[in-house]
């Protein structure tokens, strides 16, 4: 059986698209029409035809999910497109600090039971810190149906286009 037979009446990108919702399946029609076109005349898998068709769906989602996903995500990074805020925190501080000290060693005497003077020092001083410290936080989100909505049309293209040609390899043969 052709590909495009097997299509008939079933909308993989549909399904797929509902049943992943955060795969990047912008245009299910048009993405089924893609498939139907560019790889209508190839040969099914002779055992995808026994198949669920809703088996075959999970089983395309469950193989190609982070792949896509990941895909979506790198070129978001390279694009530098995302829902991103930066917070920054300026905190000043002053501590002063005032201490005096007097500190007298005693020893004791020779036949006596007093404690005598020996030697001593007396401390007096300032201690002050003054700093700033500055903090910054990111908070960012990348979600990769967000994400592909921000790329450029090309971009998307590029991934829409290898959608399509990986679920045309899960369910064609190569050779046909």
């Not at 029609?29 to 209508?40: I, K, N, P, Q």
């Given at each position: 059986m052709l590909l495009n037979e097997y299509l008939k009446d079933f909308n993989l990108f549909a399904e797929l698209a509902v049943k992943f919702p955060m795969l990047p399946i912008s245009a299910p029609?048009?993405?089924?029409?893609?498939?139907?076109?560019?790889?209508?005349e190839r040969e099914v898998f002779r055992s995808l035809l026994s198949a669920p068709k809703a088996t075959v769906v999970e089983v395309i989602g469950a193989k190609y999910a982070d792949r896509w996903n990941s895909l979506v995500l790198?070129?978001?990074?390279?694009?530098?497109?995302?829902?991103?805020?930066?917070?920054?925190?300026?905190?000043?501080?002053?501590?002063?600090?005032t201490n005096s000290r007097t500190d007298t060693n005693k020893v004791s005497a020779?036949?006596?039971?007093?404690?005598?003077?020996?030697?001593?020092?007396?401390?007096?001083?300032?201690?002050?810190?003054?700093?700033?410290?500055?903090?910054?936080?990111?908070?960012?989100?990348?979600?990769?149906?967000?994400?592909?909505?921000?790329?450029?049309?090309?971009v998307q293209d590029t991934i829409i286009?290898?959608?399509?040609?990986?679920?045309?390899?899960?369910?064609?043969?190569?050779?046909?």
């Open positions: 029609v048009a993405m089924d029409f893609m498939l139907e076109t560019g790889y209508g790198r070129q978001a990074e390279l694009a530098n497109v995302s829902e991103r805020r930066e917070l920054k925190e300026t905190i000043n501080e002053t501590v002063d600090s020779f036949n006596s039971p007093d404690l005598v003077d020996n030697t001593g020092s007396t401390a007096t001083g300032e201690d002050g810190k003054t700093g700033e410290t500055i903090r910054t936080l990111t908070d960012e989100k990348i979600d990769p149906k967000t994400a592909f909505g921000l790329l450029n049309v090309a286009s290898t959608v399509v040609a990986d679920v045309s390899s899960f369910l064609t043969l190569s050779i046909y």
